[in-house]
């Protein structure tokens, strides 16, 4: 007997099996994974004929999964019993139909019978192709159980586990209709308009060559097909009666007829229209700017959007389990996300008793053309998007978990401004915080407001009502300070004033009664305008990739490096040599630097985006570190640089790490100074300083920055790529996108497993060492199997066996183990590691290795880390070495 994951509908076969989580489960959307039906393997598949080469495969010689009951089939023709699998007794039967023994059929209410081979399995095939162990009449299985009572007991066949619904195999006739079959081409056609952006014309000749080929070149073929049929079966039918017949089932082909020219997906406009009614489509409203000179902008309505996203149960659990994790800490303060920080835990409304919704919005302009070609600027996009602050970290990074609200032209938001084109997503909001959204789910009404405001620096300003030139006066967001000061006072010396809400409000005051800038104040922002419980003094959390990456770190690491050049440890020849010919490995590969351009010492910077820079910033030691001296000035600027940023980046912070981030960036504020006296300092330095501070006011800064945000604009600028017309380029962009996110929205994709295996070897646990054996047997004493990996995906990281895992510390310092196994134990990851031992070494800023002299294996599971993130080993003159990608709160 074989049991559904999704349902737990038990079938009779394995090919059964496979079929039915195909057609009920599957249906063919997104970026579904199709798990392998067996109960102990934990493969997925995107693919479904992966799944059945895995199938085949991986569990040859299983050919049925360990029974939920003992039964056994017997003949009811011959006295044969004990036929272990249906797959036994069906070939059993067709012994006795080969030497033409008269067999009825098995099923209950069937009175057929035959005694030839062929018209059996296609009466099997057409009548009962679809059928549960109970379809079997009573005297053909016998089981260890009252059958009957198993069957009375009512929830063991179709009955769901949960109030979603959920279907048996007893529905499985309904998905032989046309309209099933032409909402699996609906959706094959709506992946090639709006994920691989085929043009609508393409595919409106190519339907129409399938559909002559279909219905009119396939006629022959059909005509010779059923005439053999006849033949076979000795069967004399007239010419006509075979034309008839082949006429009709080609035109019945539900392919055909939803493809035919006065079918529902013949043509661009009704296929929008057929995607619009089955699919989950918001669809996004025009809004006129200016109707003369045809100035207009798109929005999608935010609360629609809330609800079709808050009408899927796994969502409704995860905000649920966050809420009961949002407890104040006791004894031991740390910072894991933004409801830790004081501005969130200072906001009644979203840190009161009662469930509210948190929307996180980013604001920012981006080209979608080259933006040095002819086309700059002409196209250039304001776009607004937001994400459901509720969720846990990391749930976001996930392109389709950022939703589109606003779409306009860059110029129009500078001509009309902000009041204007953000308008109907400020009465969205408005309606959020008075009246709420209603969640039918949980029958009632949930309020909720903006937490804050993901922006760089320039969107920030704009938005918020500062100042948008950094030259000088007041252009920090976070204090009143002086641009003149920063040169030569520090935030960690007081000296500069915070901004509170009062002093805010008094500034905007100031600046409208005198018509002129107050402390870096031109205006009100105008969400603190409109909404009642968001403000700007503690709305807008800094950028840490347009403040550090693409700021402080190429710049900084363009005069350390021009110095080192100077001294003639390299030449820039030889340094771009080592970075191009350095191991990278895994994600390292992926993100591996650019070489350093020959204008860096003129223009001060190395350039290279974020994910380059921060590769090159934590390497560079493997790279170089060897011909540096010990005490080498310029060298121990870049260590500090290093080291901040691994602490800016951690995704843990206690009050322990925020001090010590505080002293790293005055100590290497005085260094740099000292290093280059005559350099001035950047803004970006300033905001820099404020880190400590607004960690503990926002939690990890790591958690609000903009890389996954920009890294939605790439889905538009294929679209532009594609589109050959930019008239109203904002609606096409806007609609593209909805009908995208139609794409990937369905409750199959989002109760997924975070687990992704594609190939596994099952190890009895009897056949491992003693060591390991011990070890499986100390935490899982039942276990009998396991499931070996070479490669695990697991909340998109991906795990491979010789990566290095923290587990644990050592004195204070982090602990590495070498993963020599990957395991899956109970659907759960876990890592057979042995233990490496490391200790610092200060010149390269990383960790040196060696075998550890006790050899001994451990098992430890993915939630018991103390970081997620694996790492590379290195070999740096002979050492093995091991550099973190961020800082990693240890507890003894």
């Known amino acids: 007997m074989w049991k559904c994951k999704e349902c737990s509908v038990e079938l009779a076969s394995r090919y059964l099996l496979l079929q039915h989580f195909r057609q009920i489960h599957g249906h063919l959307r997104g970026n579904y994974r199709y798990p392998c039906p067996y109960t102990d393997c934990p493969c997925t598949f995107n693919i479904w004929s992966k799944l059945l080469n895995h199938t085949y495969k991986s569990h040859a010689r299983q050919l049925t999964p360990k029974p939920l009951e003992a039964y056994t089939f017997q003949c009811h023709v011959c006295s044969c019993r004990e036929l272990a699998t249906e797959r036994d007794f069906f070939q059993h039967l067709n012994g006795h139909l080969r030497h033409n023994e008269t067999v009825p059929c098995v099923f209950l209410g069937c009175r057929f019978k035959t005694n030839i081979y062929s018209t059996f399995n296609t009466h099997r095939n057409r009548k009962h192709k679809q059928y549960l162990l109970k379809d079997f009449q009573a005297n053909v299985i016998s089981t260890s159980t009252n059958f009957n009572q198993l069957d009375n007991s009512a929830d063991w066949l179709t009955e769901p ?27 094959i056609l709506l992946k090639l308009e709006n994920i691989v952006h085929v043009p609508k014309v393409v595919i409106d000749e190519v339907l129409s ?25 000795n069967l004399q039918v007239e010419d006509s009666v075979v034309d008839e017949l082949s006429t009709v089932i080609c035109k019945s082909n539900p392919l055909g007829i939803a493809i035919a020219k006065d079918g529902p997906l013949a043509t661009a406009y009704k296929r929008t229209q057929y995607y619009t009614s089955h699919f989950s489509v918001v669809e996004p409203v025009e809004y006129i700017l200016d109707a003369l000179r045809k100035r207009t902008f798109q929005y999608i309505p935010l609360l629609q959007s809330l609800q079709q996203l808050l009408s899927h149960k796994g969502v409704l659990d995860h905000l649920e389990t966050q809420r009961i994790q949002n407890q104040p800490l006791s004894c031991f303060q740390e910072y894991r996300t933004v409801r830790d920080g004081e501005y ?4 009644p409304f979203l840190s009161g008793e009662g469930f509210r919704i948190a929307v996180n919005l980013y604001v920012d302009d981006f080209e979608i053309c080259n933006p040095l070609g002819t086309s700059r600027k002409k196209h250039k996009l304001c776009g607004v998007y937001w994400v459901l602050g509720n969720l846990p970290p990391g749930s976001h990074s996930k392109l389709t978990s950022i939703y589109l609200a606003v779409l306009c032209k860059s110029d129009d938001v500078k001509a009309y401004g902000y009041e204007k084109v953000l308008e109907p997503l400020l009465q969205d909001l408005y309606i959020l915080e008075q009246h709420g959204v209603f969640i039918s789910q949980v029958g009632q009404f949930v309020k909720g407001s903006v937490q804050c405001v993901i922006a760089d620096n320039l969107g920030a300003h704009a938005l918020g009502g500062f100042v948008e030139s950094f030259s000088g006066g007041s252009i920090c967001r976070f204090c009143t300070g002086d641009k003149s000061e920063f040169q030569s006072k520090d935030v960690k010396s007081g000296v500069f004033q915070r901004r509170t809400k009062e002093t805010h409000n008094v500034h905007v005051q100031t600046a409208q009664e005198r018509a002129a800038i107050c402390y870096g104040v031109k205006k009100q922002c105008v969400l603190t305008e409109r909404l009642s419980h968001f403000h700007v003094s503690s709305g807008y959390p800094p950028d840490i990739v347009h403040d550090l990456f693409e700021g402080v770190v190429p710049v900084e690491l363009a005069r350390c490096i021009g110095l080192l050049i100077s001294k003639k440890y390299f030449t820039l020849e030889s340094l771009n040599t080592l970075i191009q010919k ?3 490995k895994w994600g390292d590969k992926t993100n591996r630097p650019h070489p350093i351009p020959r204008s860096f010492t003129s223009s001060n910077t190395i350039g290279g985006n974020a994910h380059e820079n921060w590769t090159l910033l934590r390497l560079l030691p493997f790279v170089i570190g060897h011909i540096i001296p010990e005490d080498e000035p310029a060298w121990l600027v870049f260590l500090d640089l290093k080291d901040i940023v691994e602490l800016v980046v951690a995704p843990v912070h206690t009050e322990e790490t925020i001090a010590y981030l505080e002293a790293k960036i005055y100590d290497h504020r005085q260094r740099y100074l000292e290093l280059f006296p005559h350099v001035n300092l950047l803004p970006k330095h300033h905001y820099l300083e404020h880190y400590p501070q607004m960690i503990r006011c926002f939690g990890p800064l790591v958690a609000l920055w903009t890389m996954r945000f920009e890294a939605k604009h790439s889905f538009f600028k294929q679209v532009a790529r594609h ?10 962009l806007a609609i593209k996108h909805q009908f995208m996110l139609a794409y990937y929205t369905h409750p199959s994709t989002l109760k997924k497993s975070s687990l992704e295996v594609t190939d596994v070897s099952i190890m009895p646990v009897d056949v491992l060492s003693e060591g390991v054996r011990s070890k499986l047997h100390q935490r899982y004493p039942e276990v009998t199997e396991v499931h070996m990996a070479k490669h695990v995906s697991c909340s998109g990281i991906r795990y491979s066996k010789g990566m290095l895992i923290v587990h644990g510390s050592v004195d204070g310092l982090p602990k590495f183990n070498e993963i020599i196994q990957l395991c899956i134990l109970k659907e759960k990851l ?11 070494r200060e010149h390269y800023g990383g960790f040196e290795l060696s075998a550890s002299p006790t050899r001994e294996v451990a098992l430890i599971e993915l939630g018991e880390l103390e970081d997620s993130y694996p790492l590379a080993e290195y070999t740096v003159g002979g050492l093995r070495m091991v550099m973190l990608k961020r800082f990693v709160v240890v507890k003894g």
């Open 830 to 840: 876990c890592f057979l590691v042995k233990d490496v031992c490391a200790w610092y």
């Open 161 to 187: 586990r949960d109030t979603e619904r959920t279907l048996s195999c007893d529905d499985a006739a309904e998905l032989h209709l046309p309209n099933f079959i032409e909402e699996k081409v609906a959706c």
């Open 723 to 732: 589109t050959s017309c930019f008239k109203n380029i904002t609606r096409s």
């Open 582 to 584: 350095f191991p990278y």
């Open 344 to 347: 969130y835990k200072q906001n």
């Open 209 to 233: 060559e399938l559909h002559y080929i279909l219905c009119t070149q396939s006629l022959p073929l059909t005509k010779a097909t059923v005439s053999d049929v006849f033949q076979s079966r």
